[in-house]
Nanobody, 119 residues
Framework: QVQLMESGGDLVQAGGSLRLSCAAS????????MGWYRQAPGKQRELVAT???????NYAGSVKGRFTISRDNAKKMVALQMNSLKPEDTAVYYC?????????????WGSGTQVTVSS
């Protein structure tokens, strides 16, 4: 069973930066995608950024150029560097991993970390 633990959420002023980290425990299948999603109050959870086990990245348009996702396969960690933060980035940020096994896709979520950006 894979468990994910996020850290790094905080209160920050607009224009500031934060770095979120997510550590995975348990055995992770080698073919996978790790990512970050967020959910603001009253809104649906949305994709922020993903990175494949091969290093391919994908970003939501609203964060492209401001956020950078990275991963360390040896440490089973994924990070999200967030720069030029805006009040609309305020949300609970969730770490996610999708494993692509021969029997299908298996998905795991962290419990979330709160990011609040004040104007």
């Amino acid at each position: 069973q894979v468990q994910l633990m996020e850290s790094g959420g905080d209160l920050v002023q607009a224009g500031g930066s934060l770095r979120l980290s997510c550590a995975a425990s348990g055995s992770i299948f080698s073919i996978n995608t790790m990512g970050w999603y967020r959910q603001a109050p009253g809104k649906q959870r949305e994709l922020v950024a993903t990175i494949s086990s091969g290093g391919s990245t994908n970003y939501a348009g609203s964060v492209k150029g401001r956020f950078t996702i990275s991963r360390d396969n040896a440490k089973k960690m994924v990070a999200l560097q967030m720069n030029s933060l805006k009040p609309e980035d305020t949300a609970v940020y969730y770490c996610n991993i999708k494993e692509y096994r021969s029997l299908g896709m298996y998905e795991y979520w962290g419990s979330g970390t709160q990011v609040t950006v004040s104007s």
